[in-house]
C-alpha cells in the first residue's frame, strides 16, 4: 500500500486545530567541537516548555547526506515522498504569484540580468534592481508571440525574478537552464533531455532572444536567464489525503507556492510578527490546520551569521508564543532542513522537530529544544515525511490500519 | 528516484581526502547482562577521541535481525542496497585474486577437501593444507576440457581455497552449492535453480568429476566442494557513482575482491601495520577516498575469543592513529557488522560508527566510541547504506537535491 493510499483511507475527521510552524532552516551547527548550537545559543522559552511538555526528535529531511532545496523539504514535511513527488522550481514561482496554473503548462523562473556587448553576463541579478522596474519589465515580456501555437504569460515574482509560462499542447518541461550561475560567460542554449521536450527548448530559445530584443534599451537588465523548467501536474490535495482544511501564511512566494502545490489556501503575510498572527486568526475562521512559515533564520544561516540567526530564532520563538494564544490543540514546531551559519547553506544534518498536543510521550532529559536535546527525545529519528502522520495521530485524525 | 541516480546527479568534485576505515566484525557483546562490550573494555583513545570531537551512531547492516556475510556488509557501506545489490561468493573470490572477471563469466569458490573411500567427505578442508599445496593442485586443475564449448579457468585463492570460473556464452549462476556443510556424506549434486541454469549445473558436474580424477592420487586433498556460484555482472562504480578516486588497502583477497566489484583500485597489504600504513601513504598518492580494511577484530570474534578480540581492537586503534598523520578531511570508522565473541559469529546487532570531519554535531555524551556511548550519538540510528552519503556530505562532495 503506497503512502497516498493509506492516509486516504485512514483520513476521519475530528475538531481539532493544528498549528504546524515551519522556522526556515532552523537547524545548524556548533562554532567548533561540542559547542552549542544557534539554536542551543537563543533563548527560547516557548520552544522549550513545549519540547518539555511535548515529545521531540530530529528529521531527515530527505536521505542521510542530502541536503535538500526548499521544494522537496517542505513537501516532505507535507507528507509526500520527497524522492517520488518532484517539482520543479518554475512551477512553484508560478503557483507563488498567484498565478493560475494549468495541467500540462510549462513553467521556469526568470532572473533578470545584465549582458555586455560580446552577449556575456555582467550580472545575473541585473543589480538586484526593486520590484517597481522588475514588474514593469516582467509586463513587458507578457505575451511574446512564440509561435507554435503556444500562449506566453510572463509573471513578475519579486525583485529580478520573475516567471515564464507556455500554455498548448504537448508540451513536456525537461529542459536545461539558460543561467550559466556564473559571470563572464554567455548564457546557455536550452536543451531537451528528452526528445518530447524539444519544441519547448525551441519556445526557451525564442524567448530568450524576442525577451532581449524587447530590452535592448534597458542598461542593467536587458536580457533574462531561465531555470527550472517543469511541467504542472497537480499533485494529491492536502485536504482530500488527509481531511483537513489547510491554509497557508508565508511571506515568500516561493512558500505559497508550495502550499499552493497541495492545495492550501494561501495567505500572504508581511513579514512581521503582527501580520502573520493576524492572518493566523483569519485563516483559522475556515481552517483546521496552518501551517506557518518564518523565514529569516534560513536568510541568516545562508549569511553566516551565527548570532543573528540565534536571533531570528528568538523571533520565531515570540511569533510562536503569540500565535499559541489562538489556541491551537496540535502544535508541531520544526525546520525544512538545517542551514548552519557556519555552513552558510542549506546542509544534510537532522531538524529538531516538537510535537506538543494530547498523548504525548516524555523525552528521556526534560532539557529544552536544541539539537543536542531532540538526540534522546520520545519521537527519536524520522524522516520528515512521517511528521505529518504523527501530527495527524495526535490530532485524532488518523484511524486504525487493518483489524 | 534510485539512489544510483540520486548519488550521480548530485556527486560534485572537492579537494578533500576520505579515510574509510572498517574494522571487521567490531561490534559485539558483554560477557553478561550490564557488562561491557569488547569494544568497551579495549583501550581506545583514537577511537574516543574522534568519537568525543566527531558524531557517532549505530549502523545497521541490512535489516534489523538480520546477520550479514562479509560481502553484503561490504556492499551496504560502499552505499548499496544491499537487499537490491548481491555479488556472490564466487564472483567475490575470484575478484579477490585480481583474475580478470569478464561479464557473463560464471564464478564459484573451491575447498579442497578430503574423501574416504565411500566417496564421502571426511574433512571439508583437507587438513587446512597450505598455500603452496593448494596453489600447486589449482594448478593442476586449470584449463580442464569440460565441453560445451566453455573455458574452464581456476586459480589459487589461499591454504585450502580456491576459485573456478565457467567461461562462454549463455551461462546463467543459479546453482546450488555441492558442499555439504558436513561429515560423514557425499558431496552434494549441483542442481540448477532454474532451468536457464542447467548448463552450468552440468559443467560443475562434470568439473567435480575430472577434478576427482586429477586428484586421486592425492592422499589429503582427493577431492573439491563447490560454493557460491554466481554469474559476474559488473556493477555501477564507485568513482563514477561518487565522482571520488577509490582505493582499498587490504590483507585478504575476499576484501580486496569486494573493493574491486566497486572499481577500486586495490592494494594488497600484508597484515601488520607498517604495510597497511605504508600502502595507505602510496595509495593516496592518486587517490581520495581511501578504504582501508582491519581483519582481526572479526576472527578473534569467530573463535569466541573476547580478551583477543578486545587486544585487536587495541591493534586498529593504534593502526588508526598511524594512519591519521597522514592528513584525512574526513574519517569515518565502523565495522561491516557485529563479531559478539559470545556469539562466535556474524550477528545482527547494530555496529557503532563514528564520522569526524567538518560540520560534525555534537553527541548528547562525550563518552568515547563503543555500543552504548553510540545510542546517544548525533547521527542516531542509520542503515549501512547511508553511511557513505554522510562521509560525501562532510567532505563537501554532494550537491543540494532540487531547488
Redesign the interface.
Known amino acids: 500500500m503506497d503512502r497516498f493510499s493509506l492516509y486516504r483511507s485512514l483520513a476521519r475527521p475530528a475538531d481539532t486545530r493544528v498549528l504546524y510552524f515551519i522556522a526556515d532552516g532552523i537547524g545548524g551547527?556548533?562554532r567548533g567541537?561540542?559547542?552549542k548550537?544557534e539554536l542551543e545559543m537563543a533563548t527560547t522559552p516557548t520552544f522549550d516548555r513545549l519540547a518539555n511538555e511535548g515529545s521531540t526528535g530530529?528529521v531527515t529531511p530527505?536521505?542521510?547526506?542530502?541536503?535538500?532545496?526548499?521544494?522537496?523539504?517542505h513537501l516532505a514535511l507535507f507528507g509526500f515522498d520527497?524522492?517520488?513527488t518532484?517539482v520543479?522550481?518554475g512551477v512553484?514561482a508560478a503557483l507563488g504569484v498567484d498565478f493560475d496554473l494549468k495541467p500540462g503548462d510549462i513553467a521556469a523562473r526568470i532572473n533578470f540580468c545584465t549582458l555586455d556587448n560580446d552577449g556575456k553576463v555582467t550580472d545575473r541579478r541585473a543589480g538586484r534592481i526593486g520590484s517597481e522596474l522588475g514588474a514593469l519589465l516582467a509586463e513587458s515580456l507578457d505575451g511574446i508571440d512564440l509561435g507554435f501555437g503556444i500562449d506566453c504569460i510572463v509573471r513578475h515574482v519579486k525583485e529580478y525574478r520573475a516567471c515564464v509560462v507556455f500554455r498548448g499542447e504537448g508540451l513536456e518541461g525537461n529542459v536545461t537552464d539558460t543561467d550559466p550561475q556564473d559571470t563572464g560567460v554567455e548564457p546557455l542554449a536550452p536543451k531537451a533531455l528528452d526528445p518530447v521536450a524539444d519544441t519547448t527548448a525551441a519556445l526557451a530559445s525564442e524567448f530568450v532572444v524576442k525577451a532581449g530584443e524587447l530590452l535592448s534599451d534597458e542598461k542593467v537588465a536587458n536580457g533574462v536567464l531561465l531555470r527550472?523548467f517543469d511541467k504542472y501536474v497537480p499533485l494529491p490535495s492536502f485536504a482530500e489525503l488527509y481531511g483537513v482544511k489547510p491554509a497557508a501564511v508565508a511571506a515568500y512566494p516561493m512558500y505559497r507556492g508550495v502550499a499552493r502545490a497541495v492545495g492550501m489556501t494561501v495567505f500572504a503575510s508581511e513579514d512581521t510578527i503582527e501580520s502573520c498572527v493576524g492572518l493566523t486568526q483569519t485563516a483559522m475562521e475556515g481552517h483546521d490546520f496552518i501551517f506557518v512559515h518564518f523565514k529569516s533564520t534560513d536568510s541568516r544561516g545562508e549569511d553566516g551569521d551565527f548570532d543573528g540567526k540565534a536571533e531570528q530564532i528568538e523571533l520565531a520563538d515570540q511569533t510562536l508564543a503569540e500565535l499559541l494564544e489562538l489556541n491551537f490543540d496540535v502544535v508541531m514546531v520544526t525546520g525544512d532542513h538545517s542551514t548552519?551559519a557556519?555552513?552558510r547553506?542549506?546542509?544534510?544534518?537532522?531538524v529538531p522537530v516538537l510535537i506538543r498536543g494530547p498523548h504525548c510521550r516524555a523525552n528521556a532529559r526534560q532539557d529544552g529544544f536544541g539539537?543536542?536535546?531532540c538526540?534522546?527525545g520520545a519521537l527519536?529519528?524520522l524522516r520528515s515525511m512521517d511528521v505529518l502522520p504523527l501530527v495527524l495521530a495526535h490530532a485524532g485524525r488518523l484511524g486504525k490500519y487493518g483489524a
Open positions: 551547527l556548533p567541537p561540542g559547542g548550537t530530529l530527505v536521505a542521510p547526506g542530502i541536503a535538500p532545496g526548499s521544494g522537496p523539504a520527497p524522492l517520488q518532484r520543479g522550481r512553484l527550472g548552519p557556519t555552513y547553506a542549506h546542509s544534510w544534518h537532522p539539537e543536542t536535546s538526540i534522546t527519536g529519528s
